[in-house]
């Protein structure tokens, strides 16, 4: 008897669990809202960004579309405006550097090319020429302009005015010759300066030199340390006042860093020292971009690496990758797929079921380019009861790794996500179905006219009264019956 009142309360459970612990609803009579349409923005660098967001709904069909993009906003410029090219032309700019090459060859050929080369990818860049040297004044004076006093602003001659005409150019270039021994780059970079018109455009400054200041505007003084101090202090005043210039200044033929450059008493300055007061290092120049060279590296230094320096580069994103994680209800609860027409050949092609995301990787993102990728979340026919009228987080984060514009790898990542929520309407009132409409009252009857016989009321008006609900009449005859056939059994049993 024991064992049949067990399977009796076995079956019961079963069937009762069945109508009253359901956790699985039907989509079909769900409705859905977007409650917080947030967009998540994550700023790469300061030209490129990251951006997902939701871009359209289906509300009625449980359907919201999201689109994950990255944008490189970087623009590519080519030089535009004025450019003056200020070289040396002192006399160990003759030195011979290679059998019949000279360092003057080297550097008035490179500039020639570097002209040629910018002159083709913007034929109205404005180009000038300076050129600055220093030499002792003679007696008698040599009847020739270049022979002039040291340390004046006369110590630096225009060679050719601004022009787009490369012929002029390259002809001017070409005729540089030697002016004196010494140097006053202080004349040539004021003078330079002054070439430039008063128009609110770029400019451009490219200094070529193999030699140290030991000349400066207001001071000719060759021998003491104190007036090379001063000379050191005015070039370098110079250089700093050409703000708002674009400089790239090579220097070539320093040899021996360590050796004096000049000497007054225990007072010494080393060629190095010169260098690092006057043009700062390559790491933290004194402005613009500084070139310390030797005469090998000529030619490259000012055909490739100045003239990338000064032409578009593309400032591309390299190897990024996206991972956009979901929670666990948005994954068991609603499908992903991935909008047609969508290049998506580079991004998981579902849901990963061990980390719960999709990854997306772009080889590289050129300036001014855009890439994206669109997917729908629908919500499953049958899902989760319990994520009824509950904030749902359409993603858990994105996490963003990539090479920056200079190759250095970079992380980003932002948990900001669109919200959405599933609810299931209350069923209305079958005798009200709109509920703002008022229920209509029950029809007075009419009094009934006396000439008419009594009404047999013998059949009740009234329906039957509801039998119940099904699941627990059921549950009801499977007792009865298990009760009937398992007291026949010990009744037939029974000793």
Known sequence: MKKSFTIITFLLIVLISTNVFATTASAVDTTMEIVEDNVCTIELNDEATFEKKIISSKLDEHQITLQLKVTNNSQITIPTGEMMLVIDSSQSMDTEVSENTTRKDLVLDSANKLVESLLKVNSSLKIGVVTFSTAPEQDPPIPDSRAISIGTTQDAQKVCDLTSDLSTL?????????????????????LAKSCFSSEDNNKYMIILTDGLPNVAVGNSDLVTYDGLTDIINRTKSTLTSLQGIDVYTVLTGIENEEATFRQTGEDIYT?????????????????????NIQDEEIADTITNKIYNDLMPQSKSLKDITIVDYFPQYIVDNFEMAYVEGIDVSNVSTEIDPE????????????????????YHLTLKDEYDASIIDKNLDTNEKVDITFKDFDDQDQEKTSDVTPVIKVTVPEDPDPDNPDPEEPKPEDPKPEDPKPENPPVDNTIAPDPLPDAGNPILIGAFIVLIGAVVFFGYKVKKYKF
């Open 355 to 374: 980390t719960n995301s999709i990854t997306w990787h772009i080889d590289k993102l050129a300036s001014g380019e855009t890439a994206f990728i669109q």
């Open 170 to 190: 390259t002809n001017s270039i070409s005729s540089i010759e030697g002016t004196g021994q010494f140097t006053n780059l202080d004349s040539g970079l004021q």
């Open 271 to 291: 060629y190095g020292d010169v260098i690092r007061l006057v043009f700062g290092t390559e790491e933290a120049p004194t402005i613009g971009k500084f070139y």
